[in-house]
């Protein structure tokens, strides 16, 4: 069970997450906000694991507040405006949500939420870790047991915090250690850091535009300060060969 809150300063938009709370049996919803400073006195009274945040709030918007909290709670994002979702996964949230809200996807995102909330409390996870590379493949400890993972086979790579998750063909692989520590070991002319919090295999890229990569079954945002790197080395073909 993961205690919750939502901050948000729409009462229609608060009304619309309750019911969403309410469908997710691993959530306990333990208050709500229309001001983000309001909060501040539950957070350090309480155990909060989640927090729903909007972004455009008066007084202080989401990614301000996130900025200012010392051991964060983990961060959904909710909102209306799509153009702050790179900056948004620069601060390690867990999702982004777009209002209005799909059941769906709100399941998804509580799903990932509650993924990496075990994995806090997991004590195994710390001894995993990068056993070898060789050219077409990496060797991953995770879960007491050794991955080969052949670099073809790897979509994506994404981060949370001191941990990451290895999207593959056929399964995802979860392991302590963080995204720049795994990107150091990939071949850069096959994966490129996209932003943060992820890793993209660019072989598997479908399209992209400005503001996202896209592959078959998953859209990954690109981060401000990775931008320019990925796109000259893109368009110049020497991240995805011709």
Do not use: W
Not at 87 to 111: G, Q, W
């Amino acid at each position: 069970m993961m205690n919750c809150i939502v901050i948000d300063d729409e009462p229609l938009a608060r009304e619309g997450m309750f019911l969403l709370i309410e469908k997710c049996p691993q959530l306990n919803l333990l208050g709500s906000f229309s001001n983000a400073l309001d909060a501040v006195e539950l957070l350090k009274e309480s155990n909060v694991d989640l927090i729903f945040l909007d972004i455009n709030m008066p007084e202080i918007s989401g990614l301000e507040f996130v900025k200012t909290l010392v051991n964060s709670p983990l961060i959904i994002f909710a909102t209306a405006y799509p153009q702050y979702a790179a900056e948004s996964y620069e601060l390690d949230v867990i999702d982004y949500l777009l209002k209005p809200i799909r059941l769906e996807r709100f399941v998804k995102a509580v799903n990932k939420a509650q993924t990496y909330s075990d994995l806090l409390k997991s004590k195994e996870l710390g001894k995993n870790r990068i056993e070898s590379v060789g050219d077409d493949y990496i060797y991953i400890k995770a879960d007491r047991k050794y991955f080969k993972l052949f670099f073809n086979d790897i979509l994506y790579i994404e981060g949370l915090k001191d941990y990451v998750i290895i999207y593959t063909k056929e399964r995802k692989i979860i392991t302590a250690m963080n995204v720049k520590t795994i990107f150091d070991q990939l071949p850069h002319h096959i994966f490129a850091r996209i932003s943060k919090s992820y890793i993209v295999n660019t072989e598997h890229i479908v399209s992209c535009d400005s503001q996202n990569v896209y592959l078959k079954n998953a859209e990954l945002p690109i981060g401000n300060g990775f931008k320019d790197d990925f796109f000259r080395d893109f368009i110049d073909g020497k991240v995805v060969k011709r």
